[in-house]
């Protein structure tokens, strides 16, 4: 099989903000936006650095507005992100993310009531003036530095847009610095899925039916869980491709995305369970002619049914029903 080509995301980035220039349509912008995002997860790496470059294209072609002003067809209002700095971006922003729930929010008026359903805290408590001018002048002084440093810390871990918002509001309520707030959520996670490790050694994930495992919420965080929906899902493929699919056209090629929908696992955690079973679905591919081109590489766009819905079309509980 031939060897894929290096892929150029600042390319894909730069294409992206060409189709985009001139469209104001919110429709039409989500329909390319996503596209792009499909093209990287179908080149089976994770999304967020892929993403980064991309969104640098863009907001280099429409940059950030002041929202002082009216605002631009193709942009929408926001104020979230440390700072909460009010501004209009440009619509191709909302939609290039690693939550793809994001997709279905379209609108302005969608967005205020995403934006509103996520968790609220109370505001901070303001803090009590200081008796002595200069000790106040110095304690502002290093509140500054604090919110530098942690800000540079929230942008090296790279969370995404939701995920900052919901940070810097849990930290205001809590009362406790980053350093602190992270330590104690880290412990409060490692104790969880500790636990659950102490429960997994007398209970194999392998024997839990996969309805059970599917659609039971105990077991949505277990380690492995990903893992073993992973293989189930493959296995699915497999038995719908070889048993079930009647014609060519009928077949699934085995990809990130297409494994995503079916499990419901986010594409980065997908992508690490599939290289354990990389020759498996390679060995499975070679059996089916159809899903190649002619130089050896995989055909991009084969698994794009339309009207077709991968979930109606593979049912994991029925095709694998135990593990």
Not at 167 to 175: E, Q, T
Not at 260 to 271: A, F, H, I, M
């Amino acid at each position: 099989m031939a060897t894929q080509p290096k892929n150029d995301w600042p390319k894909l980035g730069e294409k992206l903000a060409q189709k985009l220039d001139g469209i104001a349509d919110e429709a039409r912008i989500k329909k390319l936006v996503i596209n792009a995002v499909n093209q990287i997860i179908d080149a089976g790496v994770t999304l967020k650095r892929p993403l980064g470059i991309i969104r640098k294209q863009i907001e280099a072609k429409f940059p950030k507005l002041p929202a002082t002003q009216v605002k631009p067809d193709g942009y929408y209002f926001t104020k979230t992100g440390l700072g909460r700095v009010e501004r209009f971006e440009h619509l191709a922003l909302w939609y290039l993310t690693e939550n793809t729930s994001r997709w279905s929010v379209t609108g302005d008026d969608a967005r205020r009531e995403y934006w509103q359903s996520l968790p609220k805290f109370g505001e901070s408590e303001p803090s009590t003036e200081s008796k002595n001018t200069e000790i106040k002048e110095t304690s502002n002084k290093l509140s500054l530095t604090t919110e530098m440093l942690e800000s540079a810390v929230i942008d090296a871990l790279g969370f995404d847009e939701e995920t900052r918002e919901i940070l810097g509001l849990a930290i205001a309520h809590s009362g406790l610095d980053l350093a602190e707030f992270i330590q104690k959520a880290v412990k409060t996670y490692a104790n969880t899925i500790t636990g659950k490790i102490r429960r997994l050694s007398e209970e194999s994930l392998e024997d839990i039916p996969t309805e059970e495992l599917l659609n039971n919420p105990k077991y949505s965080t277990y380690p492995g869980r990903a893992e073993e929906m992973v293989r189930r899902a493959i296995n699915a493929i497999k038995i719908y491709n070889s048993e079930v699919a009647t014609e060519p056209k009928q077949r699934w090629i085995i990809t990130q995305s297409l494994l995503s929908e079916l499990t419901g696992s986010r594409g980065s955690v997908v992508q690490s369970a599939m290289q354990k079973y990389r020759d498996d679905i390679d060995s499975h591919h070679q059996k089916y002619p159809e899903f190649f081109n002619d130089d050896g590489t995989l055909k991009q766009y084969f698994n794009r049914k339309r009207g077709i819905d991968i979930r109606d079309e593979i049912d994991l509980v029925q095709l694998v029903p135990h593990g």
